[in-house]
């Protein structure tokens, strides 16, 4: 056997391409698009490494274009569940027993692959899939999923380094084993980054896993799975599967070798299955590690010697790309009286020219919501503070699902600190805002904290530094991820791991060394080299 100490240090972040007019990345993502739109496929799942379909299926369109039909894919069931976590138990021993720096080489492969030759076949999905304009899917589909996989790599390589120290006549060592069993993960639409970080992460430290994504992120889901295989993942070791959450709860829930569950998506869906997993503890050979990021009802708290146009931008961008629909975008902004009357006019300027349509259209910042369900949800919280008489739309509310499901950004102010759209999560292009007098920036702090039972992302815009640190201190519990100056969207993985408390997650932080221990069961070994031969302790001589 050859061996040797590899390493893999710390990587540089993928560089963000601009997409800007005559480049050859534009080029190039033009033509990717019009290609998958002279397609239609028929996507498969992907379990024990075979192409499985069925005579059950559900169609692919683009939610900014429903009259377009990209394809189909297989719609699974109980059944399909199990054959993915059998294909995942029958892979798990020579998968676990695979040698590191071939497992990391697989993954390092991937990421490659998506850097060249597949970065606009990434983005195109993601774009026409679950529509993301050209950046949002760069930042995502291409940027964010390649830091993953790489800086996962790097971050397992520095916990298999860490290791125990050695007392006299012995050496100690300290393993760090696959969970035992298969690792569930359940991805969300609206990152396909979470698509590719839920399943590999877990698949890196030696399991294997069933991937349950979201149906309206199979279009982007199916290219990572076939860019897998092209870099070598071994069959079985991820298992793709598109069925419904109580049916993949249901059998993985009760299966023996259930050992972990990724998760990122709605609060009320976590909570059920922590309790479901709670009742069925005796069923387990372990207990299982259960890994969430769910809600957010994030915050933009703006003290009184802000700027203005800081404040704007902050709130546009963070607010409004992707539609709103990021679990950090913001969602409520507490501002001061002294800065309303400005802010309000270039928060109306900004909404007002913005382009809203097809992300084939580069100069669009606004495309479509990502389906029916959601459309209506946003449209009835619209709806009721139209008719409140605690708020007013100051700008947006305009709402059309005839062609695609598109909201226009919507900005409510609100006299109550307490409405219903200062409180729930909407997960769309909406913000609410309430002005607080300007000489309560202490108490409307403790506001900022009391009102949300979430805690992902936060941010507090000042020039005044003992105001940013009083927020600093008295928001530490209020946001997982926060922003002093910025908008609270934009994580980057490296630099600032991601995940919230409270009724947003676990806090395992996506994007650094913490998630990946998650993962991993340690074994501690002690070889004595000259063990004792006789039971008796020197204190229990008489002389």
Same mark, same amino acid.
């Given at each position: 056997?050859?061996?040797?100490?590899?390493?893999?240090?710390?990587?540089?972040?993928?560089?963000?391409?601009?997409?800007?007019?005559?480049?050859?990345?534009?080029?190039?993502?033009?033509?990717?698009?019009?290609?998958?739109?002279?397609?239609?496929?028929?996507?498969?799942?992907?379990?024990?490494?075979?192409?499985?379909?069925?005579?059950?299926?559900?169609?692919?369109?683009?939610?900014?274009?429903?009259?377009?039909?990209?394809?189909?894919?297989?719609?699974?069931?109980?059944?399909?569940?199990?054959?993915?976590?059998?294909?995942?138990?029958?892979?798990?021993?020579?998968?676990?027993?695979?040698?590191?720096?071939?497992?990391?080489?697989?993954?390092?492969?991937?990421?490659?692959?998506?850097?060249?030759?597949?970065?606009?076949?990434?983005?195109?999905?993601?774009?026409?899939?679950?529509?993301?304009?050209?950046?949002?899917?760069?930042?995502?589909?291409?940027?964010?999923?390649?830091?993953?996989?790489?800086?996962?790599?790097?971050?397992?390589?520095?916990?298999?380094?860490?290791?125990?120290?050695?007392?006299?006549?012995?050496?100690?060592?300290?393993?760090?084993?696959?969970?035992?069993?298969?690792?569930?993960?359940?991805?969300?639409?609206?990152?396909?980054?979470?698509?590719?970080?839920?399943?590999?992460?877990?698949?890196?430290?030696?399991?294997?896993?069933?991937?349950?994504?979201?149906?309206?992120?199979?279009?982007?889901?199916?290219?990572?799975?076939?860019?897998?295989?092209?870099?070598?993942?071994?069959?079985?070791?991820?298992?793709?599967?598109?069925?419904?959450?109580?049916?993949?709860?249901?059998?993985?829930?009760?299966?023996?070798?259930?050992?972990?569950?990724?998760?990122?998506?709605?609060?009320?869906? #976590?909570?059920? *299955?922590? @309790?479901? !997993?709670?009742?069925?503890?005796?069923?387990?050979?372990? %207990? =299982?590690?259960?890994?969430? &990021?769910?809600?957010?009802?994030?915050?933009?708290?703006?003290?009184?010697?802000?700027?203005?146009?800081?404040?704007?931008?902050?709130?546009?961008?963070?607010?409004?790309?992707?539609?709103?629909?990021?679990?950090?975008?913001?969602?409520?902004?507490?501002?001061?009286?002294?800065?309303?009357?400005?802010?309000?006019?270039?928060?109306?300027?900004?909404?007002?020219?913005?382009?809203?349509?097809?992300?084939?259209?580069?100069?669009?910042?606004?495309?479509?919501?990502?389906?029916?369900?959601?459309?209506?949800?946003?449209?009835?919280?619209?709806?009721?503070?139209?008719?409140?008489?605690?708020?007013?739309?100051?700008?947006?509310?305009?709402?059309?699902?005839?062609?695609?499901?598109?909201?226009?950004?919507?900005?409510?102010?609100?006299?109550?600190?307490? #409405?219903?759209? *200062?409180? @729930?999560? !909407?997960?769309?292009?909406?913000?609410?805002?309430?002005? %607080? =007098?300007?000489?309560?920036? &202490?108490?409307?702090?403790?506001?900022?904290?009391?009102?949300?039972?979430?805690?992902?992302?936060?941010?507090?815009?000042?020039?005044?530094?003992?105001?940013?640190?009083?927020?600093?201190?008295?928001?530490?519990?209020?946001?997982?991820?926060?922003?002093?100056?910025?908008?609270?969207?934009?994580?980057?993985?490296?630099?600032?791991?991601?995940?919230?408390?409270?009724?947003?997650?676990?806090?395992?932080?996506?994007?650094?060394?913490?998630?990946?221990?998650?993962?991993?069961?340690?074994?501690?070994?002690?070889?004595?080299?000259?063990?004792?031969?006789?039971?008796?302790?020197?204190?229990?001589?008489?002389?």
């Amino acid at each position: 056997m050859s061996l040797g100490n590899f390493s893999y240090p710390v990587p540089a972040n993928e560089p963000v391409l601009n997409y800007e007019p005559g480049s050859k990345e534009r080029a190039a993502l033009k033509a990717t698009l019009a290609e998958l739109k002279s397609q239609t496929v028929d996507v498969p799942m992907y379990i024990g490494g075979k192409e499985v379909r069925t005579d059950k299926k559900a169609e692919l369109r683009p939610p900014h274009e429903r009259s377009h039909l990209l394809g189909t894919f297989s719609v699974g069931s109980k059944e399909h569940v199990e054959m993915a976590i059998e294909a995942a138990l029958k892979a798990k021993e020579s998968w676990a027993s695979m040698s590191w720096e071939s497992r990391a080489g697989i993954f390092l492969k991937a990421a490659d692959l998506i850097a060249t030759k597949y970065r606009s076949y990434m983005n195109g999905t993601t774009m026409l899939g679950q529509s993301k304009n050209a950046f949002q899917a760069e930042i995502d589909s291409a940027c964010e999923i390649i830091d993953f996989l790489r800086f996962n790599v790097h971050f397992l390589d520095q916990i298999y380094r860490q290791q125990p120290i050695s007392g006299a006549g012995m050496h100690n060592r300290m393993e760090y084993r696959p969970l035992e069993g298969f690792v569930l993960a359940v991805t969300p639409f609206n990152f396909t980054a979470i698509g590719g970080n839920l399943p590999t992460a877990p698949a890196m430290c030696g399991n294997t896993v069933v991937w349950k994504c979201a149906n309206t992120q199979v279009y982007s889901a199916q290219m990572f799975m076939r860019i897998l295989q092209e870099a070598g993942l071994p069959d079985g070791v991820i298992n793709l599967v598109y069925v419904s959450g109580p049916v993949v709860g249901e059998v993985c829930f009760n299966h023996k070798e259930f050992a972990g569950v990724h998760f990122t998506g709605s609060t009320g869906v #976590f909570n059920n *299955m922590w @309790e479901t !997993i709670g009742k069925n503890m005796a069923k387990y050979r372990s %207990y =299982p590690r259960i890994v969430g &990021e769910t809600g957010g009802k994030d915050f933009v708290m703006v003290h009184k010697s802000a700027n203005a146009d800081i404040v704007a931008t902050a709130l546009l961008r963070g607010a409004f790309e992707f539609q709103g629909q990021k679990c950090s975008a913001a969602s409520r902004a507490y501002i001061s009286s002294n800065l309303w009357a400005e802010v309000k006019h270039k928060i109306i300027e900004g909404v007002n020219s913005f382009k809203m349509g097809s992300v084939e259209d580069f100069s669009n910042f606004i495309n479509a919501v990502i389906d029916e369900k959601s459309f209506d949800s946003i449209k009835n919280y619209i709806d009721n503070a139209r008719e409140s008489a605690d708020a007013e739309i100051i700008v947006g509310g305009a709402c059309d699902k005839s062609n695609g499901y598109f909201i226009q950004p919507t900005v409510i102010e609100t006299k109550d600190p307490k #409405f219903v759209t *200062m409180c @729930e999560e !909407i997960f769309g292009p909406v913000l609410t805002i309430y002005v %607080y =007098p300007e000489d309560k920036f &202490e108490e409307t702090l403790s506001l900022v904290d009391d009102t949300s039972p979430y805690a992902l992302t936060g941010a507090i815009i000042s020039h005044d530094r003992d105001a940013i640190e009083l927020a600093t201190r008295k928001l530490v519990n209020a946001a997982g991820n926060f922003y002093i100056n910025d908008k609270p969207t934009g994580a980057v993985v490296g630099q600032q791991p991601f995940g919230g408390a409270r009724g947003s997650g676990t806090n395992d932080k996506a994007g650094s060394i913490l998630n990946m221990y998650r993962w991993l069961s340690a074994r501690t070994i002690k070889e004595t080299f000259n063990p004792p031969v006789d039971y008796s302790y020197p204190f229990m001589k008489e002389s």
